[in-house]
């Protein structure tokens, strides 16, 4: 890092940790690191490889980052990944630029975004503190199976052996999107090549024969500040498993950050756009009963105790990883990653109802009947802010309506969950009611799980 910028750092750090007294050893350790970083490890930060070097739990971490954006420390991007290549094909500052649609040059193909599985956020200083001359660029996963992958500094040559097989390769530099195409011929052979990053984002040469066999390469950067080359071949991959992908920071996790929702609540999709999610639990509490609880203790008394059951439900969801979409009279809809992170911030939330209802007649106590479910959905803009879309919401919504009071209706997508089964038997939750049911407005009967928080253990 220039002395510069390392100068205009250090107050932008202390006042940071100053506004975030808890987080002040966090934060600088992460000072430590950026003074002490590559250029390409800082200009788009990965907070789970930040997280491994710096042993900030990436969750203290993105907390950390999310505040540094407000103090124009950090600068938070979104950026989409090509599903069969994972290049990055797309790179916004603001999600309200975003679109649910993209290309990518390499495989010359479109594709509908997923917002969890090829929606990365990523972080680099502000640049008022430093600006790279990198664009972003990210390397493609090993399922791509490269036989070459090199990294050149301008000025610097690289030299790499392999072999290749009759076929089509692809040669290609991520960071400025050079592209060539390499023949291999049926015939075995010893080949020399030579390949030039020249400075109109292209190779010298774009096309290559060969014969099948060894390879010598030389790959030559004279013209930018860095480049890359990588080969494999030259056909469009099956889409790319989640888990097989480097960890990182996913749209749909930054969402579930109350941090996030604090700073950038407004920052939605446009009207017009939308993103699919592969997958996300739902959640939607009701409380029982309270129609009949404003008709006998009036609007005053009945608001009061609505409002003290938000309090409660809210916090035990954000202390679980959930996030709140909407709030309905005194219904809840949350969202949240993992299924099993929902059961549990149920479980905080009744043990909590507990203490609040055994201070409390019958006529002031909060019962709950809650619905689960999870499966794709779509992400959507209402009202200038993140809303969810389609049949998984629709149907843990119909589920929920299906729960009684102190019980919690839940799909068998649900139960199917790793992690599910053995955390309800720790509750000491081993006995479950199951039942096909109809849901309005969804075809065909629906298996769904009930299960009784009535004197059920801690």
Sequence with gaps: MEDISREKLKPAIELLAANHSDYESEIQDLHGWLLNSQ???????????????????????IRILLWGTQKSVFQL???????????????????????????????????SV?????????????????????????????????????????????????????????????????????????????????????????????????????????????????????????????????????????????????????????????????????????LFTDITGSTRMYERLGDVQAYNIVRDHFQILIEAIQNRGGTIIKTIGDAVMASFIESETAFRSIFEAMDEFENYNSQKDDDHRVNLKIGIHSGPAILVNLNDRLDYFGSTVNKAARIQSLARSHQIAFSEEILGFPGIKKLLVSRGMRKLLRRQASLKGLSGSHPIYFLSLENAPA
């Excluded at 292209?202 to 290559?208: D, V, Y």
């Excluded at 030389?218 to 480097?246: C, M, R, Y």
Aim: glycine letters at 4%; proline letters at 7%.
């Design 39 to 61: 250029a390409q490890e800082r200009h788009r930060m990965n907070a789970y490889r930040v997280s491994q070097s710096t042993a900030i739990p990436v969750d203290r971490l």
């Design 77 to 111: 991007h979104w950026q989409q990944h090509c599903p069969h290549c994972n290049m990055i094909t797309a790179e916004y500052d603001s999600l309200a630029a975003s679109s649910g649609e993209s290309y990518c040059k390499m495989c010359d193909t479109e594709y």
């Design 114 to 282: 997923d917002f969890k599985e090829r929606v990365e956020v990523t972080f680099s200083l502000h640049p008022s503190i430093e600006e790279l001359e990198i664009p972003p660029y990210c390397l493609p996963p090993r399922s791509l199976k490269p036989v070459a992958q090199l990294s050149m500094a301008r000025g610097e040559v690289e030299d790499a052996e392999f072999q290749v097989s009759p076929g089509v390769y692809r040669y290609y530099c991520p960071i400025t999107m050079s592209m060539g195409k390499m023949h291999v011929e049926d015939k075995e052979g010893e080949s020399e090549l030579e390949i030039h990053q020249l400075a109109d984002s292209t190779f010298n040469p774009p096309e290559i024969h060969i014969s099948a066999g060894q390879v010598h390469l030389k790959a030559v950067n004279e013209t930018v500040p860095i480049s890359g080359l990588i080969i494999h071949e030259d056909k469009l991959a099956h889409p790319i498993p989640f888990q097989d992908l480097e960890l990182h920071l996913n749209g749909l996790e930054i969402i579930h950050y109350p941090e996030f929702r604090e700073i950038f609540g407004d920052d939605a999709l446009s009207d017009r756009e939308k993103m699919t999610i592969s997958s996300v639990t739902i």
